[in-house]
């Protein structure tokens, strides 16, 4: 179990590295920027033949009895009452873990109350939306336009370009209690950008952005900066999901519990 807890920690950790939402394709340059990753391969505890797929956590589940899947139900809706995620397992959406993506959950919003849940959802979807934009952008620099992934992902987001940019960015900045720190004004000075079709100033500005949280010597991925130009990206930072997928591999798992005691002794 330590050795496990060990696991999902730096797991974790790894995950959210992910927030920079930059390009891995080049695997010299991410060890170079951050020694921890890729660290839970090298674990004793995953010892996995060769045949697993380099992504095999994303799938991880596990077969929790019915007792303890009641356990871990009860303590998240004690401990997290206010959460989404406490009124999935408290009001029983068992077909929540079949949706796909944080942005299906639009579909079911409405379950959820409305000046709190909802509102942050709506707040969370619409930021996503918008953030999507430097990301594809930071690709097409990396790529020196050469990725045609990104080369369509940038026109249909630019084809949605008032949607995508429909957020209230002083929301955010309020909901996480940022004020005049550098990342508002990075976001502001993005979304200006963007707004404005300044895609020359959204460059530079990408460009100071991995200087800043990079330094100088700690691997440059832009070309530019020494990087290698990489057409054919090995990873992509999507839209932000939030934890989704984790959050719908626990609800799973102890909804899988929940049911397993109820086929098991049946009515």
Not at 39 to 52: G, K, V
Not at 182 to 197: K, N, S
Request: aromatic share 10%; glycine share 6%.
């Amino acid at each position: 179990m330590p050795e496990y807890a060990k696991a999902i920690s730096l797991l974790n950790q790894d995950k959210q590295n992910l927030k920079r939402q930059r390009s891995l394709a080049v695997q010299e340059d991410y060890e170079e920027d951050d020694p921890r990753a890729g660290r839970l391969a090298n674990l004793s505890f995953w010892n996995l033949p060769p045949t697993y797929d380099h992504d095999w956590p994303e799938g991880l589940t596990m077969a929790l009895s019915y007792e303890e899947a009641l356990f871990l139900k009860e303590q998240i809706e004690i401990t997290q009452p206010n959460t989404m995620l406490a009124k999935i397992l408290k009001n029983e959406l068992y077909h929540l873990p079949k949706l796909g993506s944080f942005s299906d959950l639009g579909q079911v919003i409405t379950s959820f109350p409305p000046y709190g849940m909802q509102r942050d959802y709506f707040l969370a979807q619409s930021f996503a939306n918008f953030a999507y934009g430097p990301v594809i952008r930071y690709n097409l620099i990396l790529s020196q336009g050469q990725n045609e992934r990104a080369q369509t992902e940038w026109e249909e987001y630019n084809n949605n370009l008032a949607e995508n940019l429909d957020v209230d960015l002083e929301a955010v900045f309020r909901k996480f209690r940022l004020s005049n720190s550098p990342l508002e004004e990075f976001l502001t000075a993005v979304h200006q950008h963007l707004a404005l079709e300044k895609h020359q100033e959204l460059d530079q500005l990408l460009r100071k952005r991995e200087i800043i949280l990079k330094g100088g010597p700690a691997g440059p991925s832009l070309p530019e900066r020494g990087g290698i130009p990489c057409p054919a990206l090995g990873r992509w930072g999507g839209l932000l999901e939030y934890r989704f997928s984790n959050t719908m591999t626990i609800v799973a798992d102890i909804f899988q519990g929940m049911e397993d005691k109820a086929c098991s002794n049946p009515a």
